[in-house]
């Protein structure tokens, strides 16, 4: 274990620079339609997606987990966890003032985590928007302990498998799916593309972007308890357990977790056709 010198540990809590972003009506309908987006105000462009919360933070997102760990382990990172808190949908037209930092730093067995909190705020009042915490872990590093303060838990009680779910949601990827939510969610990464560069890497072929996939689950959420009404959703949080396919089914299964602080929680997972999760520990929230 190393004793954490080879760390940037002077970056924990500590704010990247501010960055801004315009809300392109066009962006968000694309985006929409890159993940078959089937609820009409976003189809429309009269909200973006919830997911879409990713595409302005996208680098930053990435870059403030990197700069906790060594250079040896920038390029070893997966996406674990995500944690979106929506205050308010994202609206085409406005502009968006972003940040990021890194908060937690946390060493396991296979490798280390990196939490990172990102905030979106209106240029215009200053609002928060959302807030979003990503998960980074890095593959074979070492650190001895744990620093800094991580994102809340939303670990799946066990205790709800007692119930049947009250919905199950089956969705199918399209076989060029990847291709078409590379652009609008600006994440050209070429395990996603290149099909002998995923190969190369360990990989069976071309997998999902996990963003792609979360955005699918919130569809399956929110066509099924808040139809008339998008903006309801405040929380949706997930561990990535498994990469998903291009061309392949997903089916997630929800349970009603009771109400929280005005909130109707719900608790889902998601599993591939190939018997394995892709999603587990999934938490959604919506507004009662």
């Not at 009506?25 to 078959?36: V, W």
């Not at 009771?258 to 938490?283: C, P, Q, S």
Request: a negative charge.
């Amino acid at each position: 274990m190393t004793d954490g010198t080879d760390f940037n540990l002077e970056r924990l809590g500590c704010w990247g620079a501010q960055d801004t972003f315009v809300v392109e009506r066009e962006r968000t309908i694309a985006y929409a339609e890159a993940t078959n987006d089937p609820i009409r105000a976003h189809r429309e462009g009269r909200y973006a997606p919830p997911v879409f919360a990713v595409v302005p933070v996208m680098v930053m997102m990435a870059d403030a987990a990197m700069c906790v760990v060594p250079d040896d382990l920038m390029l070893r990172i997966l996406h674990g966890e995500h944690d979106f808190r929506f205050r308010r949908p994202i609206e085409p037209g406005e502009t968006l003032s972003v940040r990021a930092r890194p908060v937690a730093l946390e060493g396991k067995s296979s490798g280390v985590v990196v939490t990172s909190q990102i905030e979106t705020r209106s240029v215009s009042n200053g609002d928060l928007v959302n807030e979003q915490y990503f998960t980074g872990f890095f593959r074979g590093g070492q650190f001895d302990g744990a620093l800094g303060e991580a994102a809340a838990a939303h670990g799946f009680d066990e205790t709800l498998r007692a119930q049947d779910p009250v919905c199950t949601v089956t969705q199918r990827f399209d076989a060029d799916q990847t291709f078409r939510y590379a652009g609008p969610a600006g994440d050209p990464m070429p395990i996603h593309l290149d099909d002998d560069f995923a190969k190369s890497t360990g990989l069976p072929g071309i997998i999902m972007h996990g963003l792609c996939t979360i955005a699918f689950t919130s569809h399956a959420l929110i066509t099924e308890f808040s139809p008339a009404d998008p903006t309801r959703l405040e929380r949706l949080a997930v561990r990535l357990a498994s990469p998903a396919f291009p061309g392949r089914q997903v089916t997630t299964s929800v349970w009603s977790a009771g109400a929280r602080d005005g909130r109707d929680v719900y608790a889902f997972e998601t599993e591939a056709d190939n018997g394995k999760f892709v999603i587990r520990d999934g938490l959604a929230e919506f507004a009662s």
